[in-house]
């Protein structure tokens, strides 16, 4: 079992940056592919950006593509997610989930496949 807590959200500016990150516990952090998620007022749930076992296959949302990086350091169970150019639209609820697996280079884009999720973090962004 892996417990997720998420950092780093706040209030910004639009063009602006924030760094948010994923802390994870248990001694088997790099059996799990993690992903990012964001739900924003009234929307559903949805994929922003994942990140494969070995952390050599990522994927992201087309919204997001070119602007926000994931990365993960397996030594420090720790999944950053590094958000440039930000937009109003990118205001949500961000959660940090991850998923056990025996695949060290996939990753995963689909909500349905993660078995454990953090209780998210705020991101504002100001136009």
């Known amino acids: 079992q892996v417990q997720l807590v998420e950092s780093g959200g706040g209030l910004v500016q639009a063009v602006g940056s924030l760094r948010l990150s994923c802390a994870a516990s248990?001694?088997?952090?790099?059996?799990?592919?993690m992903g990012w998620f964001r739900q924003a007022p009234g929307k559903e749930r949805e994929f922003v950006a994942a990140?494969?076992?070995?952390?050599?296959?990522?994927s992201y949302a087309d919204s997001v593509k070119g602007r926000f990086t994931i990365s993960r350091d397996n030594a420090k169970n720790t999944v950053p997610l590094q958000m440039n150019s930000l937009k109003p639209e990118d205001t949500a609820v961000y959660y940090c989930?991850?998923?056990?697996?025996?695949?060290?280079?996939?990753?995963?884009?689909?909500?349905?496949?993660?078995?454990?999720w953090g209780q998210g973090t705020q991101v504002t962004v100001s136009s």
């Open positions: 989930a991850a998923k056990y697996t025996l695949y060290s280079g996939t990753d995963y884009t689909s909500m349905k496949a993660y078995d454990y």
């Open positions: 248990g001694r088997t952090f790099s059996s799990y592919a």
């Open positions: 990140i494969s076992r070995s952390g050599g296959s990522t």
